[in-house]
């Protein structure tokens, strides 16, 4: 079948496919405000309509909360699931927008026309350009090149509470071959990336309580331990002189990454000194010996994100807390089970308590990084098909953070998920004037239609 | 002049003593809040008309903020100042008391009677044994055995804005050969206790910043440098394992205490286990070797009242903020200078920051310790008056927190401070159904007269 036809169309349909996004755009589906409920429920029609319109078997479907699109189409060759999330942050602050963020236009920014709307690219701008790559794909060829199974979420801003009962209860029918999820970005300006690691999380809080009453200072100082001294005692453990996680068997079962993958990395010629200069930074401060790829992709960390006790208010007060008080989250790697590692952190703090102090934990969240098996045909046919779009050849990369719904495919539906999307660093997601370059809706169109032509 | 005839008239006239403390209890002197400034007017009023009763050419003396009571009485013998302040603290929460704050009352508190009113003991209750030691003495004598300056304030409890400036003005008025100070406790149920030091305060607020704005631990976590974690490396090296603080010099120019004066100490056989015990610790935190009263009277203490930095609300935020802060207090002793330990401690912590991390301090109070020169004979005087009304020796001791006002005395006056008073620990001054025990308010005005005998 003809890739070239079905690119020259996308050239030629670039107004009209950019018009249909205006108007998934125009529907103002923020889910985490129940004043936008219906407007959710009207993007979710939109689609199920749209994905009709491309010969899908398409529905709305209900849960507990917004509703899932679920679309069936083509046969032979690979299943594979297609994911993007339909609704959008909440536009807040408005007035820093320069302009209505639910009326979509071209604008030109710096030399650069981007299509500027809350979601142009998180996440609605980024799930088009698969339905319009199909869209081009059947036109030319009258079907899809091989079976497609679309799964379009309504919650992804606001926690997603429906989509693990959603994937529990339509396990038979969602389960593909590969799933697709088009919600993430180019590496730099240029480069393709297909995230193939993602880091876990563990979230552990801890009161570590001393007296029973807050003390005076003029009356206990010196002589009563103060709860405060114990955390930063303890805190200050966490790493050693060299950036080295210090709770035992922290390191247990994480593997080096591959000789190929290390050469894929360096080929991306990482700066650290330009991802840290525009924060204010100008050292990495992760294990000494480690590049800064590794440091936010393959290495775990301990990080103290909160920490409190005593007095914060103006001036002074001469106070000995009752408890003091921190939030620690671990992002972890492949090898790592948060759970051995809740328990060791909880051993490893009780062991440093002096008498008198007592340590109380909370467990916040905990899962596993997710690792894809990338022997799967599909990842190397995947980076061959955008390497060929783009100016740079496409690279598997890790990810600092987590996208649970990958997680969540592979521990529910037994499959691996080729995460590759078009978006910036400069997309602006989930703040004012949100936009999503026209170059990456066109040639993320194209690198779709790409990779169907290899799928077929 | 007969002793034995003022301390009969002091026990024959006690319930009219009583009588004329609760008049003034009644009296709503909450200085901190601006709709009782007519009840603090009235209780200086009171005041001051009550020692032209006892034969003093007393005035109410404007301020800038709540007015000072002075009387002048007596000529001979040495020239002392007698210092105590008629405001209260606010009665917040009312709903705790048992009984109305300003209607005093006699009630039996586990068989033990006790005046019960807002400033019973802190320190309306205190100051009247004085001027009913010299009312007593006056009837017996016809006149006070020396030369008394009566000084009362109406700001203790708001800060004593008004009380350097008006010991600035009226210096040479108030200049004594030595002041005396109701405004302390006994130590324990029974032993008088002379307060001779009190230790200093040292406060500093700190701000770390490392990146320009709080990052995405997801994006960042690992190679960006988190303020938290080297806040809590350089708090955690304020002490070392034996509790001894690490701020360079910080321990330069301490004398240790005198052997006579640990004699004193060691005999009031004090227990950290019942010291500590009711507010829930077992073990002493200070430095390693030192004795209990020694950590609270005598040696210098570095405490953090308050740290904060991050996300402490609900639930869990992976932030990496910019920034991190800490309040650190130091009790001081005698020999340490303020202004040189703070330069000590920024130089100190500024050594250890890590590229990109950057200090910003803000100093709050700085006051040297005050150590009474005891040579003066009134101190011995005093001593051993007051061990002949109680049923145990009195004792030169410490003080955990600062009487800014003994301070104030030396450094503007140049005179020192006899601090004695009658209050217990369990008087609940500034809380809720503060009382006064009646035998400390007797006992309190018998051992004035005895101090007054020894002075004639």
């Not at 998180?122 to 088009?128: A, I, N, R, S, V």
């Not at 009453?213 to 010196?222: A, V």
């Not at 050693?240 to 996680?245: F, I, K």
Request: proline content about 6%.
């Amino acid at each position: 079948m003809s890739l070239d036809a079905v690119l020259a169309r996308i050239d030629a349909d670039l107004d009209d496919a950019t018009s249909r996004l205006f108007e998934l755009l125009r529907i103002k589906s923020i889910s985490t405000d129940p004043a936008y409920t219906p407007e959710v429920a009207k993007a979710a029609d939109w689609l199920a309509e749209d994905l009709r319109g491309l010969g899908f078997d398409a529905e709305v479907r209900p849960t507990a909360g917004h509703p899932m699109v679920v679309g069936h189409a083509g046969d032979g060759g690979p299943h594979v699931l297609f994911y993007g999330h339909y609704d959008v942050q909440p536009v807040d602050p408005l007035e820093l927008w320069h302009r209505d963020p639910f009326d979509p236009t071209i604008e030109d920014q710096n030399g650069v026309k981007v299509i500027r709307a809350r979601g142009a690219a998180d996440d609605k701008g980024q799930l088009m350009t698969f339905l319009e790559a199909c869209r081009a794909w059947k036109a030319e060829h009258g079907s899809l090149p091989c079976r497609i199974t679309v799964f379009l979420e309504g919650e992804e801003e606001s926690g997603s509470p429906s989509l693990v009962p959603f994937l529990e209860e339509n396990a038979d029918e969602l389960r593909a071959d590969v799933a697709l999820i088009c919600d993430t970005g180019l590496f730099g300006d240029n480069t393709p990336a297909i995230v193939t690691q993602l880091r876990g999380m563990l979230q552990e809080e801890i009161t570590l309580t001393g007296p029973s009453l807050d003390l005076h200072s003029g009356m206990y100082g010196g002589i009563a331990m103060n709860p405060i001294r114990v955390l930063t005692k303890v805190l200050a453990g966490l790493h050693d002189e060299n950036g080295v996680v210090q709770v035992p068997g922290f390191y247990d079962g994480i593997p080096e990454i591959s000789d190929e993958l290390r050469a894929q990395w360096d080929g991306l010629s990482f700066e650290p000194s330009a991802f840290l200069g525009p924060v204010g930074l100008s050292e990495m401060a992760g294990e000494s010996g480690r590049s800064g790829l590794e440091m936010i992709w393959s290495r775990p960390t301990a990080e103290v994100n909160g920490i409190w006790g005593g007095y914060n208010g103006a001036g002074f007060k001469t106070v000995l807390p009752s408890k003091a008080h921190a939030k620690i989250s671990f992002r972890l790697v492949a090898g790592q089970d948060p759970l051995v590692l809740r328990e060791n952190f909880r051993v490893w703090v009780n062991a440093q308590l002096p008498p008198d102090v007592e340590a109380e934990f909370v467990g916040h969240g905990a899962s596993p990084a997710s690792q894809m098996d990338t022997s799967a045909a599909i990842f190397e046919q995947t980076r061959e098909a955008l390497s060929e779009e783009w100016p740079s050849a496409a690279a598997f990369v890790g990810c600092g953070g987590s996208i649970p719904v990958a997680g969540y495919f592979k521990e529910i539906l037994g499959m691996e998920s080729v995460l590759a999307g078009f978006g910036k660093d400069d997309d602006a997601i989930h703040s004012p004037n949100e936009k999503y370059d026209l170059s990456s809706f066109h040639h993320g169109i194209r690198s779709w239609a790409r990779v169907l032509a290899r799928l077929a």
